[in-house]
Every structure is written in C-alpha cells, then in structure tokens.
C-alpha cells in the first residue's frame, strides 16, 4: 500500500500541473553547484534542455560554483533549494547543519593525489613531512586516504589549494595536490610518465562521489517538489551518459564558462561513466552499507562518533504514506463500491480462485523471466568480448555491441546476413584456408570445432584474427538451433608473435652487438671520468699553488707592520682568496659527491651546537646590515652520531644566502625540530627563514640545480656560483634526507632541509690542537734550534712556508724537489719534515720511500704540504709512510698546531 502511495502521489506531482494547465505557475527551483560548469553537471542541462524538469511542474534555475563559494551554507540558508556535495555531508549532519543527502550522481569518488616523478615522489609513503595542497571539498577524504595509507598524523602537512592549474606541482612547490580523475589526467596526456596517479581507493578508502542533497526544512514545506526534482534530474543523468555527444553540444553553447574543448569534455564523460556505472547499479541509488563504511571513514579520523545513526539523513525515494483529505474520502467511497462489488462476486468466488492463482503463477513466471532476461541481456551487452548466435545455415541472428565496436558494423546491418562474406573471409589470406568450408563444418558438427582461431574482416575492409569458443544451441528434442560463438580479438598477440619470431633469429647478433656497445660506452665513461678526476685534480693544484702565495704573503705583510690604509687592502686581498679557495671547494665538494667519493664521518653531532656555531660565524655579516638573527631550537634531543662538519657546511649554505639576500633591517632565524623518532635514529630538520627578497614560482624548481640562479641579475647584483644550493641537497640526500624551498616575492623565504641522525654514544676526541699563538710560544720555549726540512719546488711558496715559521726559533733548510730532499735528510738530521707532493725530477710520494729506507728514517715525522687536496691525495700520501696532510693556500694557524704535535710525539717516542 505504502509503495502504490508513493506512485501514485509520484504521478501526481507530473500530471496534475498538466492537467490544470497555465492556470497554475510552475515551482520554482534554484540548484547551487559546487565548481564551475563542466560535463560532471551535465544531468542538471540534459534535465532542463530535455524538457524533464517542465514536466516535472518545475522551473529550475541552475547556479554555478566556484572558489569560496560554500554551497551547504547556501542550501541551509535558504538561498538554494539543493546542492551537489560530497560524502562529507554526514560529517555537516553530525555537527548538527539540517541536511539531506537525496540521491547519489557519482557512485565512486573522483579525488585523487597528482605527484610529480620529478620531486622524487614513488609512492604515497613518499609524502611523508612534504606539502600537499587540497580544498575544502577533498580534505577529508585525502587526510583519510593518507592514514589508511600509513602516514601518522603529524607526517601530513596540507596547504590550501590555491592553485588549479599544475604550476605549483611542477614548480616543486608542492609534494601532491588534489585532483578530479574526470579532470586532471586530460592536462597531462602524453606526459603520464611523468606524474604518479594515487587513489584512496588503493587504500580501501571508498566513498560517494557527487551528492544531490537538500536541507529538512525544504522537504518538510515541498516534499512532492523534492520527489519530483530528484526523478527529473536522474532522468536527466541517465539521458546524458547515454548521449556524450549530444550533451557536449549543450555544454559547448550554453555552459562552456571554463572554456574547454570538445575532447576535454568527452574524456570528462568517459570518466564519469566509470565512476557512475548507470550498468549495473540504479541511478541515484544510495547503499545504506556503503554510507556505513563513509561512516566508518570519519570515524576514524575523529571527525564522528562511532555510535552516530544515519537516520533520516538519508532521504527515502518512496514518498511519505500521509493522504490529503480529498483522496481519503475518494478511497473511502471506493471501499464501500468495493464491498458492493465483493457481494456481487461472492458467488462466483469459488470460480474465480483457480483462475486468480494460475494467472498470480503466471505473472510470477513471466516476471522472473523477464528478470532473467534482462540480466542476461546485460551481461552479453556488456561483456568485454565478441557474441555472436549463428542459425544452421550460417546466418547472423544475435550481434552484441563489443562485436559492433571490432566489426564496424551494427547489429541491424548485419542481423540476418550470412557469416561468410560479412565478417569471415571465403578464403584466409595468410594460409589459404577454405573458412567457408570450416565454418559449414562447425555447423553440421558444432564438437568438432569447440574452438579455432581465424581470420576476419572488418566492415572497411581491415582483417583481424580472432579466437572463438563455439557451444551449440539445442532444442528440448536435441536438434541443434544454432551455434553461440564467443570471440576475443587476437590481432595484437599474433601480430607480437611474428614479431618475435621475426627478430628470434637476430637475437644473438643483437646481444652480441649490444653487449659490445655497451663495452664501450662504459670504457668512454670510465676514460671521460679519469680525465675529469685528473683535470680537477690538475686545476685544483695549479689554483691553490699560486693562490697558497697570494694568501701566505698577506699574512706576512699583516704580520710586518703595515698602515690602516695598507692593512684595509691586504684584508681585502685575503678575503677575495678565501672567496676564490670557498669557490674552489665548492667546485670540488659537488665533483666529489657526483662521483660517489665524499664519505661522511660518523662522530658526535651537537644539534644546537651546529645552528650555534653558524650564527656565531654570521653574526659580523648580520650585524653590518642591521639584521635580527634568531635561533628555534629544540631542546632535550638524545646523543645523535654523524657529520657536524657537514651539517655545518649545509646550514651555512642557507644561512649565507639568507643573510646576503635579506635588505637592512630584515630577519633571518634559525629553527631545528625533530621529523621522525625512532629507535635507532631521528629525522631532524633544519630551516633558515629570511625576509628577504623571494624567489619567483616558476623559478623554484630549479635554483637547487648546480650552476643556477633565480635569475641571472641575482648573480650580478649578489655574486655567488649557484653551487650552494645543490651540495646542500645533495649532502642532505648523503645524510639521508632531502631539501626544499618555500618562497614569495617580496615576503621571504625558508629553506630547509633533514639529515637522518643515528642514536648512540661515542667516544670523545682527545689530543685536540692547541690554539695558534699558544703553538708558536710553546715551540719557541721548547723545541727552538732543532731542524726542519721544508721541500717545495715553487720558490715563493718556500719563502711564505720559512717565514711562517721564522719567529719559532727553529732551524729551517729548503730543497727545491725531491731528490734533493733525500741528499739533505742524509747530509742531516732533521725533527720534521714538510713535503710537497708535485714536484719536478722527484715527487713528494717517492722522496719518502727513498727516505723512509735510509738508516734511522723510519720514524721522522714527514707531513704533507701540498696543493692536491682530493681525499685520494691524501690516502696516496699515508700509503708512502707521510704523518699527516695539510693542504694549500697554508692556514699559518694549522701549520704552527701540526708542527708542534709532531714535535712532541717525536720527543715522547710515540
């Protein structure tokens, strides 16, 4: 009773405004929208341009959506009659907004995260700490996608989604940003390689796409209106869904305000096809089970109670059983004409009984099969392959549309003309098979070819292979009806099999050819890389040579007594060599870590300590400008082991540039945090945040690039080499973290970046140096008038190196290479000897063979003075018996320290 109710007040609600005509104005019916016109609305325009909603009695106004609109608010308010929301309805419910969820138009949501390949993104646990930018109505559902994916709450770091286009995403701005899969994946056809697709349906979170919602007060004032609006507009969907093309003509004349073109529209409506699925479940149909699991989505992010009920928050499509008076006085006079017409019939009750069953057993009958028929023709409709009935003389009688799509033609056009000559060849072209023949044979016999695979012919002529199931059709008498023949297309596979077949022959000659050019690709790559290593290491030696002079004679001149004016120009001096040697480094750190050379130590790192001792180095700089400089630490971290010198190195970068871009009176600060606790190690990140001048979106992604700038004038107005940046990175990457910019013109900046420290104690370093000036005074009082041997083939570096040590009171002779290195050490006996390593006639690495064999050699400390300063130099120096390393330009601090420690160990006898 309650369900012919619903029909019937249904029908009312259509055929009553007809019926009365114009007399009665049509209801009228404002739709707010959640984005901008586009194909995921197109149920609403085929609804009004079809005419569905003015028979409905309806006058229907469609509003568009966009940025900061908020289109519960507008529905609540009364502004709007309905709205398109999202599965977050039952979390706006909950917190108490009087909302209706009263059909579904999407079945499958259609957010998903875009990530760029580019940004080092190869899978969602990838996302960990990065940014990743949503809107309002993908929030929820991302959030939800990344905790069911692993991610802990505070490794999730969304930002407002600003940005519609990819811009931010490709600039490195963001990690992922949140997309429509009816929508985005169209931006980057031909450039899927480059980006990674993830879906919260991967990770089981599967909610409804579009909602049709609207509030409780408009279904109380016109429940027949909200009846009559839900089945035009899922008319309307089922109409546009049909015909893709028709409805893109609407959009493309009436609705088109984002501009799209025809193909974006198309892909747009193949999508949502997949996400609606109007085959196989009913549109608008809303399963209370799969609210229940949205349910369960939200209660696990917190954002509802577990006990929350969906209530009458869900809208039932069959209206209410409430009467108007006039139709309860028509059935209360039907009731008496029908009590007088059961008197009438009583007699012949008995009659009739049989007759109602059979025709109840019957209708029952015709029903199910009816039912049955139409699953059955469904599933063959539908199918993803070829069926196709033949009668016993060969013609077509049944043709499904996957056999439409590969033969070209339509079921009408081929319906009832015989298999041969349509879509089977008389003749197969490639082996001269009678299929003719074959095909008459099936029919008489269908056991004899339960299955084969042949040529066909597509309607414009085009031959493919095909391979059939065949199953014969008999009567209840056992005759053979027809033959069912189930096809999948085959062309692609035979086509790959010749193919293989055809280079299977070539194999090994390929092999063998690749094989050999690989050879030599890798020989070049290995003389390209000796050549480089040699270069660097010749050009590292023949800068620091001349440049250990200009260095070394500014000290002595600083030393001697010399003016203001003069002692201006000579700082100016050392400072442009320091910058020369930090532009040397810097070269040869990024040589280093390219070619898998630079090792890390592994000793105490003092967190704090490393931001300290940066800010320490920075402050004279800071100040000059006028620059606030701030530390953030964390405090209370546990005993950590790495690096400190490059962690060192790595902030500085940062803070150099911070400090260099920020205008008089800005901020630079300093913040560390801890990222990831574990028991064996901690992701700490490290930030320097500047008020300085910014830097552009588009030129975000590739200011960590060696060699580049933001912008080429930054190099003139500022200076730098662009190399900063890029060891950065790529010590974070040694250390295993990463790096990364935020930025605004005109704002600031804050670059960061992590370094994964391990857990443990260590072991405190002893004999440290003591301080330079200490040095030489304890040398003078103690080891004055013994003898050292200073060998270098560069006559003013032999100077700059006897100065250096002249006020020590020690005994200082030259030798100009090696061989006259070994004369002298037999001629004398020397406490020290400092060794230059390139020398002419005899190098630094054979004088010490030659002189670690000469009697009572064994033991004098020999220590490098030299210009190749690659960590290989040094190993090579150790391997010959040297002591020690010191590289060029000479720091006179570092010098008078090692000396003086080997002096002592050699007058211990350690």
């Known amino acids: 009773?309650?369900?012919?109710?619903?029909?019937?007040?249904?029908?009312?609600?259509?055929?009553?405004?007809?019926?009365?005509?114009?007399?009665?104005?049509?209801?009228?019916?404002?739709?707010?929208?959640?984005?901008?016109?586009?194909?995921?609305?197109?149920?609403?325009?085929?609804?009004?341009?079809?005419?569905?909603?003015?028979?409905?009695?309806?006058?229907?106004?469609?509003?568009?959506?966009?940025?900061?609109?908020?289109?519960?608010?507008?529905?609540?308010?009364?502004?709007?009659?309905?709205?398109?929301?999202?599965?977050?309805?039952?979390?706006?419910?909950?917190?108490?907004?009087?909302?209706?969820?009263?059909?579904?138009?999407?079945?499958?949501?259609?957010?998903?995260?875009?990530?760029?390949?580019?940004?080092?993104?190869?899978?969602?646990?990838?996302?960990?700490?990065?940014?990743?930018?949503?809107?309002?109505?993908?929030?929820?559902?991302?959030?939800?996608?990344?905790?069911?994916?692993?991610?802990?709450?505070?490794?999730?770091?969304?930002?407002?989604?600003?940005?519609?286009?990819?811009?931010?995403?490709?600039?490195?701005?963001?990690?992922?940003?949140?997309?429509?899969?009816?929508?985005?994946?169209?931006?980057?056809?031909?450039?899927?390689?480059?980006?990674?697709?993830?879906?919260?349906?991967?990770?089981?979170?599967?909610?409804?796409?579009?909602?049709?919602?609207?509030?409780?007060?408009?279904?109380?004032?016109?429940?027949?209106?909200?009846?009559?609006?839900?089945?035009?507009?899922?008319?309307?969907?089922?109409?546009?869904?049909?015909?893709?093309?028709?409805?893109?003509?609407?959009?493309?004349?009436?609705?088109?305000?984002?501009?799209?073109?025809?193909?974006?529209?198309?892909?747009?409506?193949?999508?949502?096809?997949?996400?609606?699925?109007?085959?196989?479940?009913?549109?608008?149909?809303?399963?209370?089970?799969?609210?229940?699991?949205?349910?369960?989505?939200?209660?696990?992010?917190?954002?509802?109670?577990?006990?929350?009920?969906?209530?009458?928050?869900?809208?039932?499509?069959?209206?209410?059983?409430?009467?108007?008076?006039?139709?309860?006085?028509?059935?209360?006079?039907?009731?008496?004409?029908?009590?007088?017409?059961?008197?009438?019939?009583?007699?012949v009750r008995g009659l009739n009984r049989a007759l109602t069953v059979e025709i109840r057993d019957r209708t029952l009958a015709e029903e199910a099969l009816q039912t049955r028929e139409t699953q059955y023709r469904e599933l063959v409709e539908n199918a993803n392959a070829v069926i196709l009935r033949l009668s016993p003389e060969g013609t077509v009688t049944y043709f499904n549309e996957c056999a439409e799509r590969l033969f070209g033609f339509s079921a009408r056009e081929i319906i009832g003309r015989s298999v041969i000559g349509t879509i089977v060849p008389a003749i197969e072209s490639g082996s001269g098979r009678d299929l003719g023949e074959m095909i008459r044979t099936i029919l008489d016999d269908p056991g004899s070819g339960e299955h084969n695979e042949n040529e066909n012919m597509t309607r414009d002529g085009r031959r493919v292979f095909v391979r059939w199931s065949n199953q014969a059709i008999r009567r209840l008498d056992g005759s053979v009806a027809g033959l069912l023949c189930i096809g999948q297309d085959v062309t692609a596979r035979r086509a790959m099999e010749q193919e293989l077949a055809a280079h299977r022959s070539h194999l090994e000659e390929q092999v063998a050819l690749r094989t050999a050019e690989l050879a030599q690709a890798k020989e070049a790559a290995e003389t390209a890389n000796l050549a480089k290593s040699a270069f660097l290491a010749n050009t590292s030696h023949e800068i620091r040579t001349p440049l250990n002079a200009i260095i070394g004679m500014t000290h002595l001149l600083l030393r001697s007594g010399v003016s203001d004016d003069q002692a201006q120009r000579l700082d100016k001096i050392e400072t442009a060599g320091q910058h020369l040697l930090e532009i040397l480094n810097a070269v040869l750190d990024l040589s280093k870590i390219e070619a898998g050379k630079l090792s890390l130590e592994r000793t105490r790192v003092a967190v704090n300590g490393v931001v300290h001792n940066v800010v320490s180095m920075l402050h004279d700089r800071a100040v000059a400008k006028a620059l606030v400089i701030s530390e953030e630490v964390q405090q209370g971290l546990a005993p950590l082991l790495g690096d400190p010198t490059r962690l060192q190195q790595a902030l500085l970068n940062f803070g150099s540039n911070a400090v260099k871009f920020t205008g008089q009176g800005g901020r630079v600060c300093f913040r560390t945090r801890v990222m990831e606790d574990t028991p064996t190690d901690q992701l700490v990140r490290f930030e320097v945040e500047d008020t300085g001048i910014g830097i552009p979106a588009d030129k975000l992604g590739q200011i960590f690039s060696a060699f580049e700038q933001a912008d080429s004038s930054t190099t003139r107005e500022y200076g730098g080499t662009g190399l900063g940046l890029a060891i950065t990175r790529k010590l974070a990457q040694l250390m295993g973290g990463s790096a990364g910019v935020s930025s605004e013109p005109g704002v600031g900046s804050t670059f960061w970046f992590t370094a994964r420290l391990a857990k443990g104690d260590y072991m405190p370093i002893t004999g440290l140096l003591p301080d330079p000036d200490a040095a030489e005074s304890i040398i003078g009082e103690r080891f004055a008038g013994l003898r050292v041997l200073v060998v270098e083939d560069d006559e003013i570096n032999r100077e700059i190196a006897v100065e250096m040590l002249a006020e020590t009171g020690l005994l200082i002779d030259t030798a100009e290479d090696g061989q006259v290195a070994v004369e002298r050490v037999r001629e004398a006996d020397y406490a020290l000897i400092l060794m230059d390593m390139q020398m002419p006639r005899m190098d630094g690495l054979q004088a010490t063979l030659q002189i670690r064999a000469l009697p009572g050699q064994a033991d004098t400390p020999i220590v490098a003075m030299t210009a190749n300063a690659f960590a290989e130099d040094r190993a090579r120096c150790f391997e010959v018996g040297m002591n020690d390393f010191i590289p060029k330009p000479v720091e006179p601090g570092l010098l008078l320290r090692v000396v003086l420690k080997w002096l002592e160990r050699r007058a211990s006898g350690v």
């Not at 997949?274 to 349910?295: C, F, K, N, Q």
């Not at 869900?314 to 009590?339: E, N």
Request: glycine residues 8%; hydrophobic residues 50%; contains cysteine.
């Open 1 to 347: 009773m309650r369900a012919f109710l619903g029909r019937l007040r249904v029908w009312l609600c259509v055929l009553v405004p007809m019926a009365w005509g114009p007399a009665h104005a049509a209801e009228q019916v404002v739709v707010q929208l959640n984005w901008k016109h586009q194909f995921e609305f197109a149920a609403f325009y085929a609804a009004e341009s079809q005419g569905y909603y003015k028979d409905a009695g309806l006058d229907v106004r469609i509003v568009e959506g966009g940025p900061g609109i908020n289109v519960v608010k507008e529905v609540v308010e009364g502004r709007a009659d309905f709205g398109v929301g999202t599965s977050s309805l039952v979390v706006d419910r909950a917190r108490g907004l009087p909302v209706v969820a009263v059909a579904t138009l999407l079945q499958h949501s259609p957010v998903a995260l875009l990530a760029s390949r580019a940004q080092g993104v190869q899978s969602v646990h990838d996302l960990a700490g990065r940014p990743v930018s949503v809107d309002p109505h993908t929030r929820d559902e991302i959030e939800a996608f990344l905790l069911a994916s692993g991610l802990r709450p505070p490794q999730i770091q969304f930002v407002e989604q600003a940005d519609w286009t990819l811009t931010a995403l490709e600039s490195g701005e963001v990690a992922a940003k949140a997309v429509y899969l009816s929508n985005e994946p169209f931006l980057i056809r031909g450039r899927e390689h480059q980006f990674l697709l993830l879906t919260p349906q991967s990770a089981g979170i599967d909610l409804f796409g579009n909602m049709l919602f609207s509030s409780r007060a408009a279904l109380a004032a016109r429940p027949d209106v909200v009846v009559a609006f839900r089945e035009a507009t899922l008319r309307g969907l089922v109409h546009a869904l049909a015909n893709p093309q028709a409805v893109t003509d609407l959009i493309l004349d009436r609705y088109n305000t984002q501009g799209k073109s025809r193909a974006h529209l198309l892909f747009e409506a193949a999508q949502l096809r997949e996400l609606t699925r109007p085959d196989i479940v009913e549109a608008g149909y809303m399963s209370p089970g799969r609210w229940r699991h949205v349910v369960d989505v939200y209660v696990r992010q917190g954002k509802l109670l577990a006990d929350f009920e969906l209530g009458d928050f869900l809208f039932d499509p069959q209206p209410s059983t409430r009467v108007p008076p006039w139709l309860v006085a028509a059935l209360v006079v039907s009731v008496l004409g029908l009590l007088v017409a059961l008197l009438v019939v009583a007699k």
